[in-house]
């Protein structure tokens, strides 16, 4: 069973940083992908971005990159997001993803999610 768990969201004013971690376990960290995704009140939860256990490969939805890097810790089985430039529009629970396979995207295509973390841009 891979287990993710999330932490180090909060408040933050509009143009501040945020780092993000998603502790994983050993199992999944090696191997899989590792993603994050976000959901908004009322709206679908969105891909973040993803970074390959295999090949240390990334990939950012177009509106995230440049301001969003995923980077990881493989002594501690961690995966940060360290979001940049924060805006109100990035408030939300964030979500850590794991898959086998590679890079994707899309919700469905990902089989271990952890509990989420807040967080709140304020303008």
């Known amino acids: 069973q891979v287990q993710l768990r999330e932490s180090g969201g909060g408040l933050v004013q509009a143009g501040g940083s945020l780092r993000l971690s998603c502790a994983a376990s050993?199992?999944?960290?090696?191997?899989?992908?590792l993603a994050w995704f976000r959901q908004a009140p009322g709206k679908e939860r969105e891909f973040v971005g993803a970074?390959?256990?295999?090949?240390?490969?990334?990939w950012y939805a177009g509106s995230m990159k440049g301001r969003f890097i995923i980077s990881r810790d493989n002594a501690k089985n961690t995966v940060y997001l360290q979001m940049n430039s924060l805006k109100p529009e990035d408030t939300g629970v964030y979500y850590c993803a794991a898959r086998r396979g590679g890079l994707g995207s899309l919700v469905g295509e990902y089989d271990y999610w952890g509990q989420g973390t807040q967080v709140t841009v304020s303008s």
């Open positions: 050993e199992r999944a960290f090696g191997t899989y992908v």
């Open positions: 970074r390959s256990g295999s090949t240390d490969g990334t």
